[in-house]
């Protein structure tokens, strides 16, 4: 060995060596204590009290140690959802929960989750205030909030909690009739905001000592007393309101409609309707009147939307074919208007006196036709069954029709009309086609006016919805 120090011989020092060939292991104990709690690089722990742990090094030469003190303590923390007060409990998301001082001095804010929870820590014993706020758009209010405010008043339903005081868009401290007709105006456009603003959250009171302690916020939409709306943009309620053509109205030479209404569909008792409407460009409504016994109408245009609000206390009865309104029309497109001109937009719905939203309620029209150029309308569009083809015969003469699919397939036999001078209404055979998109071939011939043979040859989109 030439008197070098032999691994044999003289182990501990070469325990290093030793150590490459014999791995070590990791024990752990507890300080003062034998047992053996676990081998490895890692002991998990949760002790109630500050403990000492000892991480021995152990091989067959060289033992080694160290100690690691773990300190028990209590996280003092508030934790919670913020979420809408709707019946699906919407997560407030991309929000935040405020934690207020009795002098109303925010002492520590945290954002929501993409869940709508929230952490608040570390929070120190003292009594608190918990609210939040929001960014997210205001939404989900028409007439029928406007009457569920009014019954409250009254003391027919009243609202309580949050709903209470989302009714009190005026801020005064008391909710009443002006609160309810404000909120109708609100919604048709007549007025842009409220005065308290547009979110009405919860202030919670919090006594904290300490630990953790959980607490649940809501918010709402002030005026929305019936909790319909849903803040994300990923959830939007269809209309319940449809419109199908009954009859038709011709425009003056000025492209002018006066009293054009619109009626039930069957009988019906209403306590509120809400109507937005997305209306041809360009058209603008000039006056409009309710044709109810009684109650709170308004109306507003901005651009192409026309919003229509009403409501009332009493029972409206109303039969098939009566007029629930009127408007008079202006700069009406010289094709006119027909039922599937107009989009039925969100918030859109009737409503019985007790408040109740009808699933789906029905709407009849006229349909419009202009003195130029507006010859033919396929009504109603999409159809449920039946449709008409509307033309307006500049002549006494003769119109042949067919319908035909995507693939230009005739589905029908060819039918032929006689006509007379001005409005002709035709029922065309649509009751046995299957769903799906179809086109109207029409063909109209003048008898009287040689010039006018063949004058009008015309292709309209059809849609079949049973």
């Known amino acids: 060995m030439g008197g ?10 070469f325990c290093g060596a030793v150590s490459v060939r014999n791995r070590a292991v990791v024990q752990w104990t507890e300080q003062g204590s034998s047992t053996v709690l676990g081998t490895g690089n890692t002991l998990r722990v949760a002790p109630a009290l500050t ?15 160290d100690a690691v003190t773990v300190f028990s303590g209590t996280v003092n923390e508030i934790t919670g959802l913020f979420r809408y007060n709707n019946t699906a409990q919407t997560a407030m998301t991309n929000s935040t929960v405020q934690l207020k ?30 609210t939040g706020t929001t960014n997210k758009p205001w ?41 309810a007709l404000t909120t109708s105006r609100r919604f048709s456009g007549s007025v842009t905001s409220f005065t ?10 919090v006594a904290f000592n300490s630990g953790t302690i959980t607490r649940n916020l809501l918010g709402v939409c002030y005026g929305d007393v019936n909790g319909s709306y849903s803040p994300s943009t990923a959830l939007r309620i269809d209309p319940k309101i449809r419109l199908l053509a ?22 019906i008792t209403l306590g509120a309707l809400s109507l937005v409407l997305t209306l041809p460009e360009g058209v603008q409504v000039d006056a409009m009147r309710s044709r109810m016994m009684d109650g709170n109408f308004d109306y507003h245009q901005n651009g192409r939307e026309l919003r229509i609000s009403w409501y009332s206390l009493e029972e409206n009865h109303k039969q098939a074919g009566e007029p629930l309104f009127e408007m008079d029309l202006s700069n009406v497109p010289n094709e006119g208007i027909a039922p599937s001109d107009l989009v039925v937009e969100e918030l859109s719905e009737a409503a019985s006196p007790l408040a109740e939203v009808f699933d789906l309620t029905t709407l009849r029209i006229p349909v419009i036709a202009g003195r130029a150029g507006a010859e033919f309308i396929v009504y109603p569009n999409p159809s449920f069954g039946k449709s008409q083809l509307r033309l307006v015969a500049p002549e006494n003469g003769n119109c042949t029709v067919r319908i035909v699919d ?9 039918s032929i009309f006689e006509l007379t001078i001005g409005i002709n209404e035709l029922s065309l055979p649509t009751e046995g086609l299957a769903d799906g998109l179809y086109s109207v071939q029409v063909v109209y011939s003048s008898l009287a006016n040689e010039g006018l043979q063949r004058a009008f040859i015309k292709t309209l989109p059809l849609t079949i919805r049973k």
């Open 4 to 13: 070098r120090p032999s691994p044999v011989n003289h182990p501990r020092q």
């Open 101 to 130: 001082d009795p002098q109303n001095v925010i002492i520590m804010s945290v954002p929501t989750s993409s869940t709508g929870s929230y952490v608040l820590s570390p929070v120190a014993a003292g009594n608190y205030t918990l």
């Open 406 to 414: 995507a693939q230009g397939r005739m589905m029908t036999d060819e």
């Open 196 to 205: 308290v603003g547009n979110w009405a959250i919860e202030n919670l009171p």
């Open 246 to 267: 009954q009859g038709s109205v011709t425009t003056d030479n000025h492209r002018n409609i006066r009293n054009w209404a619109w009626q039930a569909d069957r009988a």
């Open 139 to 179: 939404g989900g209010v028409n007439s029928v909030d406007a009457l569920g405010i009014s019954r409250s008043f009254t003391g027919a339903a009243p609202l309580v909690g949050l709903r209470l005081k989302a009714a009190d868009v005026n801020g005064s401290n008391t909710v009443n009739s002006l609160d």
């Open 51 to 65: 403990t000492t742990y000892v991480a021995t090094l152990v091989d067959s030469l060289c033992p080694s140690s």
